[in-house]
């Protein structure tokens, strides 16, 4: 808006008045500078740079972290200097994992971004020329040509039969026609019904013209949808909620435990340096100083198998949380179907003709029930193809990567596609076919046609439309190749054929001809009278390859697809029914806009309904903030600017690296860079392993922290000196803990992955039953190194040498704890062991470290242990085979009874 007035009801001269410019030469080179100065660049506001220091600083607020970091001030402030450095280290060496994965991932999107150049055709001082569209400011003179994309927002100065494609800003696929006209209201006015403006980021499908720039960047209305996204804060993925969860379980277990021993320590008299130390040790045994680090590693091991899959993850939480996902939110345009118009069947004669093929890719066959026909030796078929090519002014172009484009309107692409499969060239029979004179199409005709001279040196009249006007224009039709009269009854048989076709989701046209003119013959005489039917063309707008059987996938895994879009009700069902969406057109909403619904009705709805078409930006919020009021874990995916702040609302936005703007790719998580649905789908997959994954690795370090933490108490109990020094616990967290922990993270999956529902969204990540099992194994565990340091102290062995055993067996224990929690169902001794080298390897090296612990004098030194003999592995080894046995008893019973109740089922 200028001056009070928007800009769309101004006239030129008002425009050029208020700019300073003119509708012939634009403005000058000069005053461009200056206006560059005073507006800006003509870019979308883009966030903040990557700061390493946040990155590195964000890393801290895990709870884990926090434990560490007091475990630590603690070990300084009762003068144990080792041990608080020694914990430092830990948390330093882990926030810089983190920070190394999430840099990497933001460097990777802003790669990606920074591959788009644009140019725009300017018009200063006259002249016309090509410049960044950066540099374009208000009051510039744009020209446009077929196949341009608009580079700001602007009032139309000259049109010939402009056609731009708004649906990355609209929803809508259709193109607008576009003049220079005033509108008839004076009011305000929709977007979408500004003929007289252009929008940044839309493309001209066909025609030409030229426009004003009225607004650049954030002015324009993409960039007003740009806003919308900083409007919509960004939330805590379910994978952060989730370990926030565990750290606060471990904080209670923290502070229970030391309370615990503490009061036991004053009431047998201990001094109070002793239990402090041995307080400080306990609590560096209730803390896993691997989670951080294996949490993160594992899900960047995740983001880096997801991009091998072409799914960009651009944080790492998220890359788990896509595996939680309930439902999937989805544009239709371009990411469920290809945004290629196709000709997929053609009436003619009596006859109903298949062309198989999808996109751009003129490569198909034509058949008639199940038969193959050759369209060049058909008459009907030849003529129909021959009269949609001629009628229309699409170009079908091969890029040099070998990808297919059309430049002009996606309806004239298709039929000029189909015909390209039957071998007919558009060049080739434009240059046969002379056009003399054409009858444009516009919104109120319903019709194009078009006047041409044959190779014969006749005039021959072409014609394509809605194939209600283009059947009422006619009185013949053309059957078993002959031309008869059109009778009335045979007109209503048609209409219900178009009907029929139309409820299959089909784009219907109507074709007709007129040949053997006089020489003196005008179109617009001609085509109102005596023209001869020839039948019906059908496009769609097809199905993604593998869309279907993704949609299916997802079902099974307890998923659902909900269609968003803003193309209309018909077309969204007859999609949705071919690509495998359940659709209860009873549960439909009727109305053109979510406004007037309630929040609990919409709740309400979205149970029953998958299908929503006449989809606003605003009504996807709204969709998606319901489905999250329901407790659902949505994910959204999208290309266009409409879709970007549902995918920032969304716990996962999804964008489409190829087709998806710069906006959606910023509001995403993660982006597609094949632009296949089914990326998502094994992203999902990826997801859920990745879950499993962490769930193990968590599994195992718990429950080997709480090995130590029973095995430290219940020897206070027994009223023996304290089992392990706090340097020991902090070796075994670290060594025994971490690198097997972080082996886990290559594990192969579960049976089954996606056959289960998905997790509640409320569900912690350590559950009631994984409590109770890490709280029955850790008790087993503890049971081992317990023996083996009671029955040493017993045997009068030195308590630098009883120590040793028990650390030894407290880590050997933990090494083969491996093999209890890496297959929720069955046993961890089975042949997936070998298929995961890293594991091998990451036990093989904790071995060796664990030796060099024992045996090396340096190392001696600061843990405190001692060279163990002969006869002291005789006590190691008891006390690590006695839990490890009646762990795989308990897990054999229980695979057993797994088996006779799936039995029963």
């Not at 004239?412 to 007919?424: N, R, S, T």
């Not at 912690?764 to 503890?782: H, M, S």
């Not at 102290?793 to 491996?818: C, D, K, N, S, Y």
Request: proline share 4%; net charge negative; with cysteine.
């Amino acid at each position: 808006m200028q001056n009070g007035k928007p800009v769309y009801l101004k006239t030129i001269e008002e425009i050029e008045i208020s700019l300073s410019t003119d509708r012939s030469k634009g403005i000058s080179s000069e005053n461009g500078k200056k206006r560059l100065e005073k507006y800006g660049e003509n870019q979308l506001e883009e966030k903040s740079k990557i700061s390493l220091w946040k990155i590195f600083f964000r890393q801290f607020k895990s709870i884990v972290m926090l434990l560490l970091t007091a475990a630590a001030v603690a070990s300084f402030f009762i003068g144990e200097m080792v041990e608080g450095i020694a914990v430092l280290v830990v948390i330093f060496i882990t926030a810089i994992l983190g920070l190394i994965m999430e840099y990497k991932a933001g460097k990777s999107i802003e790669a990606l971004q920074k591959k788009v150049h644009e140019e725009a055709k300017v018009i200063r001082d006259g002249e016309i020329f090509s410049l960044s569209t950066k540099k374009v400011v208000p009051g510039d003179l744009i020209k446009l040509e077929e196949g341009d994309q608009i580079p700001a927002d602007g009032r139309i100065v000259e049109s010939e039969e402009l056609a731009i494609d708004e649906s990355m800003l609209t929803g809508e696929s259709e193109p607008v026609k576009k003049d220079s006209e005033l509108p008839d209201s004076e009011g305000k006015i929709d977007i979408a019904d500004r003929k007289n403006m252009v929008f940044m980021g839309s493309a001209v499908l066909k025609g030409n013209g030229k426009f004003i720039v009225t607004a650049t960047g954030n002015d324009a209305e993409i960039g007003k949808i740009s806003k919308m996204l900083k409007e919509t804060a960004s939330e805590e993925t379910p994978l952060e909620k989730r370990l926030e969860q565990t750290g606060r379980y471990l904080i209670m277990l923290t502070l229970v435990i030391t309370g615990i021993v503490a009061v036991i320590g004053y009431l047998t008299g201990k001094p109070l340096e002793e239990m402090l130390k041995t307080s400080i040790a306990l609590a560096i045994a209730a803390v896993p100083e691997g989670l951080p680090a294996a949490a993160t590693i594992t899900l960047a091991i995740g983001m880096n198998r997801m991009a091998k899959k072409k799914a960009l993850m651009r944080n790492l939480p998220a890359v788990e949380t896509l595996g939680s996902a309930t439902v999937f939110c989805t544009d239709k345009t371009g990411t469920l179907t290809e945004n290629e118009m196709t000709l997929q069947k053609i009436v003619v004669d009596n006859r109903e003709i298949d062309i198989s093929g999808t996109g751009y890719k003129p490569e198909g066959e034509f058949s008639e029930k199940q038969e193959k026909v050759d369209p060049a030796e058909d008459q009907g078929i030849a003529l129909m193809l021959k009269t949609g090519l001629l009628c229309s002014d699409a170009v079908l172009n091969e890029r040099d990567n070998g990808q297919w484009e059309i430049i002009g309107d996606p309806t004239e692409g298709a039929l000029v596609v189909g015909a390209q499969k039957a071998g007919f060239e558009k060049q080739n029979f434009d240059e046969k076919y002379v056009r003399l004179d054409e009858i444009p199409f516009d919104s109120q005709r319903k019709f194009m046609a078009v006047l041409s001279k044959t190779p014969e040196n006749k005039k021959e009249i072409f014609l394509k439309g809605a194939p209600e006007v283009v059947i009422g224009m006619c009185d013949k039709v053309f059957i078993n190749n002959e031309i008869i009269e059109l009778e009335d009854e045979k007109k209503e048989a048609l209409q219900k054929e178009n009907a029929r076709l139309a409820k299959e989701s089909f784009r219907i046209l109507g074709l007709a001809y007129k040949k053997e003119l006089d020489k003196e013959a005008h179109l617009e005489d001609e085509v109102e009278k005596g023209m001869i039917f020839l039948g019906f063309t059908g496009m769609i707008d097809p199905p993604r390859t593998g869309v279907k059987e993704s949609i299916e996938t997802a079902s099974k895994a307890g998923i659902r697809t909900i269609m968003l879009t803003g193309d209309q009700q018909e077309t969204a069902i007859g999609i949705a029914k071919s690509i495998g969406i359940e659709v209860n057109e009873e549960a439909m909403l009727k109305k053109t806009s979510l406004k007037d619904v309630s929040m609990k009705s919409l709740e309400q709805n979205l149970k029953q309904n998958a299908v929503y078409a006449r989809v606003t930006p605003e009504d996807k919020l709204t969709i998606i903030k319901a489905l999250k009021n329901s407790d659902e874990i949505v994910a959204m995916t999208g290309d266009g600017v409409n879709d970007a702040p549902a995918l920032k609302k969304a716990d996962i936005g999804v964008s489409m690296g190829i087709r998806g703007t710069r906006v959606a790719k910023e509001a995403s998580d993660m982006i597609l860079l094949d632009d296949r649905f089914s990326t998502i789908v094994e992203a999902v997959r990826q997801g859920r392993v990745i879950f499993d994954n962490i769930q193990k690795f968590i599994h195992y370090l718990l429950s080997c922290n709480l090995s130590e933490i029973l095995f430290i108490f219940l020897s206070i109990i027994a009223g023996v000196p304290v089992p392990l020094v706090a340097l020991q616990i902090l070796w075994l967290n670290v060594v025994t803990g971490v690198f097997p922990a972080l082996a886990m993270a290559w594990e192969t999956p579960e049976e089954g992955v996606m056959k289960k529902h998905p997790r509640n969204p409320k569900s912690p990540i350590i559950t009631k039953r994984y409590k109770l099992l890490i709280g029955f194994q850790g008790l087993i565990l503890a049971t081992g190194p317990l023996i083996s340091y009671l029955f040493s102290l017993h045997q009068g062995v030195e308590l630098p040498v009883a120590r040793t055993i028990g650390f030894m067996t407290l880590a050997m224990v933990h090494l083969l704890q491996v093999f209890n929690v890496r297959r929720k169902n069955g046993l961890g001794y089975d042949k997936t062991f070998l298929q995961n080298p890293y594991l091998m390897g990451a036990l093989a090296l904790t071995l060796s470290l664990q030796i060099l612990a024992v045996y090396m004098p340096m190392v001696q030194r600061i843990l405190e242990t001692t060279s163990l003999s002969f006869e002291m592995w005789a006590y190691v080894l008891m006390g690590t085979l006695i839990p490890n046995i009646v762990l795989q008893v308990v897990a054999v019973v229980q695979k057993s009874r797994k088996e006779r109740l799936d039995a029963l089922d």
